[in-house]
């Protein structure tokens, strides 16, 4: 008889390995295309995360407690950092996990909107590092549709992929996840609807 605890194992790696035959015909349908794929998982370690904080211990600490949540399921509306979350639960959960004056919980509409407010400051995103919010988002007239993840590493220059963020990603990824997306240069996220419509620091981040 087959025990319930193996039942389980077998379907968490059968959804994993749907997974990944979903990114990998996502990213041969845009090869196809002549495009770079919407969106890549990448893999990232503890020994470049702390050469990303350029010795800020703050960040060092940021960094290295978010990658213990990779791979917990995207959940919408959940707030766990172990059983599953969204995206902007992910950066409020974390940010508040290490201390930060991160006040209150803000939706990515509310995240769009913000110049001061709840701990978190607008910044141009020429000065955006590692830490730092970046929040895309649009409004079709019915509905607003947005998404915020944590900038990694903008220009590749340490993981060797440039415009490499983190966070709880919906649709093919359905995890919290290290990516790099289509439309990171042009400010947008995997679609050009998607607009970078703000990027904030986290009050001492930096």
């Known amino acids: 008889m087959r025990s319930a605890t193996g039942i389980a194992t077998r379907k968490l ?4 390995m749907a997974g990944s035959f979903a990114l990998m015909a996502m990213a041969a349908k845009s ?3 002549g495009m770079e794929p919407a969106i890549s998982v990448v893999n990232v370690d503890e020994k470049q995360l702390k050469r990303l904080a350029r010795g800020n ?13 990779i791979g917990v399921e995207y959940k919408w509306g959940a707030t766990s ?11 409020w959960k974390l940010f508040r996990s290490e201390g930060f004056d991160y006040r209150g919980y803000l939706n990515t509409r509310g995240l769009a909107a913000v110049e001061e407010r709840n701990g ?4 141009d995103y020429k000065n955006a590092k590692a830490g730092d ?5 649009f409004n079709d007239g019915r509905k607003w549709t947005g998404h915020v993840v944590i900038l990694i590493d903008r220009l590749g220059k340490i993981s060797g992929h440039k415009g ?8 093919e990824v359905g995890s919290v996840e290290y990516v790099t997306f289509r439309g990171f240069d042009k400010k947008y996220f995997k679609q050009p609807e998607m607009k970078l419509a703000n990027v904030l620091r986290v009050d001492g981040l930096w």
């Open 120 to 123: 978190l400051c607008k910044i």
């Open 164 to 171: 490499l963020v983190l966070g709880a990603h919906g649709d």
């Open 81 to 91: 950092l172990k059983r599953g979350l969204d995206c902007s639960n992910l950066t």
């Open 133 to 137: 919010l970046l929040v895309y988002g």
């Open 31 to 33: 090869s196809d295309a």
């Open 57 to 69: 211990k703050k960040l060092e600490s940021l960094l290295l407690k978010a990658h213990e949540s």
């Open 13 to 16: 790696a059968m959804r994993a």
